[in-house]
């Protein structure tokens, strides 16, 4: 069955450092893509940053880089120079090409930027 | 370019009752999902809608439905409310449904309160 594990319940993080998010991923199927989201307590879902299976590098996006390792089946969210705006839960999700628009999420990193 | 609305943003409704939620997806975009999220169970997938037809459908009982207009517009019904109902419902929209990569945008969600 697919499943997404996110195993940091909460983080912390100073200003201005970087910060690593967990994400392992399962599925046999070869096609797929993933996802990371930020969801700040107002409630919506932010798209951040897209990985698919078959991209050959990883993927950047500002102050966001995804952290890709196939064989591991990892997709580790890195945010750099983090920001008291970061604060928020953080969310990786999976999406099975053969699947339409189903996403499959872990249960969510809560991310706290130290002044 | 507009982003995915759904309206209400929030609803108190009594146990039994009925109610419909609305989601307007990005322009040009022709699927839309439905998630879920409660404290307890995380996000979860209910179903997708591409081109008025439901692509995929998510574990949950016959009480929760769909439709999706030709404007791609969708709609989510839950009929005999309970409890555990009582959650954000956030919905998604992206350009394909099909295979192939494609990133899903989310609306602000509707915070249902069953009391």
């Known amino acids: 069955a697919q499943k997404i594990t996110q195993t940091q319940p909460g983080m912390f993080v100073q200003e201005k450092e970087a910060v690593t998010l967990d994400c392992t991923y399962d599925t046999s199927d070869p096609s797929y893509g993933l996802f990371w989201y930020k969801q700040p307590s107002s409630g919506e879902m932010i798209f951040l940053i897209y990985q698919g299976s078959y991209d050959q590098q990883n993927a950047t996006e500002g102050r966001y880089s995804l952290n890709f390792q196939k064989a591991r089946k990892s997709a580790n969210l890195v945010i750099s120079a983090s920001q008291l705006g970061d604060s928020a839960m953080y969310f990786c999700a999976m999406r099975l090409y053969n699947q339409g628009g189903k996403l499959i999420f872990g249960q969510g990193t809560e991310l706290s930027v130290k002044p | 370019k507009a982003g995915v609305t759904q309206t209400p943003r929030y609803l108190i409704k009594t146990r039994g009752q009925q109610v419909t939620l609305s989601c307007s997806p990005i322009?040009?975009?022709?699927?839309v999902s439905w998630y879920q999220q409660t404290p307890g169970q995380g996000l979860q997938f209910l179903f997708e809608y591409f081109s008025e037809t439901q692509r995929n459908k998510g574990n949950f009982p016959g009480r929760f439905s769909g439709r999706q207009f030709s404007n791609s517009r969708s709609e989510m019904n839950v009929s005999t409310l309970e409890l555990g109902d009582s959650a954000l419902y956030l919905c998604?929209?992206?350009?394909?449904?099909?295979?192939?990569?494609?990133?899903?945008?989310f609306g602000p969600g509707t915070r249902l309160t069953v009391t």
């Open positions: 322009s040009g975009h022709r699927s």
């Open positions: 998604a929209s992206s350009f394909v449904a099909g295979q192939g990569p494609s990133e899903q945008y």
